[in-house]
């Protein structure tokens, strides 16, 4: 007789700790619980035990999902495994953003082998500031507004998407309130008042600087696709949907999905060709357009729009949202 696995539920305390239950199985002497980071145990421990539950207490250092199943044991022999079960953990709360803070710096930006709106490669001197090391989820993003916008729903860890620029803007407006800072956007203008210490969308250079974190190469993860792949989810490998934050690999300043997941909304206006006149030391961009600025590609996007320099456009009216579209904040240095 296999026994069956029936729940698998987080308890109420902070430090990740669940219980694992099952059904009882006449003639069991024990039960082996396997463990494994993956749906098809490959890479599996095991744990012999006797009862019908079993506590866990689980640490990571990021978002992580495990997977169990077990089997019944005596004097002769031992069932078929049971179902599978599995269970996401994360070190912090849902709602908490995990700021990185990012050194001040120069770096070149653009490219010379993409669109013309890369050009010309110029350099860029920006001041220390922080960003939020995953895009902002949709457990983040209900916690401060109180709903949660998104196409693809079912998971707290999923980024936020089919959010306007607006949207955006305002969550960095009541998350500042929220945490006690100054709001840095006019919410009758937009426009954002950069000495404030609020929370705020990166400006175009913030962002490009932090996805290359020191690379010249045309992802943070080099020039090929196979690099891509585990830096990111695209149209190649997204299975048509979003996925949860931090689950490919981070670029060198422990960011993650800068390439890919959902595009990341910027703070600039869009202009085709504001590399041309663009200052060189922490710039804005344009005054004003009819676009904002997205960077990064997403889950729909092919190769090309994935790289790190790389630049799209969105518009700006409240009404304008997408499924493929995201975001994650900043802040100035404290």
Request: with cysteine; proline share 4%; net charge negative.
């Amino acid at each position: 007789e296999t026994p069956l696995l029936t729940s698998l539920k987080s308890s109420v305390s902070t430090d990740s700790t669940y219980i694992l239950t099952w059904s009882e199985v006449s003639r069991a002497k024990s039960y082996t619980i396997e463990e494994s980071p993956d749906s098809i145990f490959t890479d599996s421990v095991s744990k012999t035990i006797v009862g019908i539950s079993e506590s866990f207490t689980k640490t990571t250092d990021t978002v992580q999902t495990y997977y169990y199943r077990i089997r019944a044991n005596n004097a002769t022999g031992s069932s078929g495994w049971s179902n599978v079960v599995s269970i996401t953990i994360e070190t912090e709360s849902k709602t908490e953003i995990t700021m990185v803070s990012i050194p001040a710096g120069s770096f070149q930006m653009g490219s010379n082998n993409g669109e013309s709106d890369e050009q010309p490669v110029h350099t860029v001197t920006l001041d220390s500031f922080k960003m939020s090391g995953y895009e902002i989820t949709q457990g983040q993003y209900f916690s401060v507004i109180g709903t949660n916008p998104s196409h693809f729903t079912g998971d707290d860890t999923l980024p936020v998407e089919n959010v306007s620029w607006i949207d955006a803007a305002l969550f960095c407006n009541r998350l500042s309130d929220k945490e006690g800072f100054d709001s840095c956007y006019n919410e009758t203008s937009w426009e954002c008042d950069f000495s404030k210490n609020g929370y705020r969308l990166p400006t175009e250079a913030e962002w490009e600087y932090v996805c290359r974190a020191g690379t010249t190469s045309k992802y943070y993860s080099g020039d090929d696709e196979i690099g891509l792949n585990k830096a990111s989810w695209y149209g190649a490998n997204s299975d048509n949907k979003t996925h949860p934050v931090g689950r490919k690999d981070p670029n060198d300043w422990g960011l993650y999905d800068m390439h890919g997941n959902v595009w990341e909304l910027c703070n600039d206006w869009y202009g085709e060709k504001y590399y041309s006149e663009s200052p060189e030391k922490n710039p804005t961009g344009p005054e004003t357009d009819t676009q904002r600025v997205m960077r990064g590609g997403s889950w729909a996007t092919q190769l090309q729009y994935n790289s790190s320099s790389n630049r799209h456009y969105f518009p700006v009216q409240q009404t304008d949202r997408n499924e493929y579209v995201g975001f994650r904040v900043v802040r100035g240095s404290d």
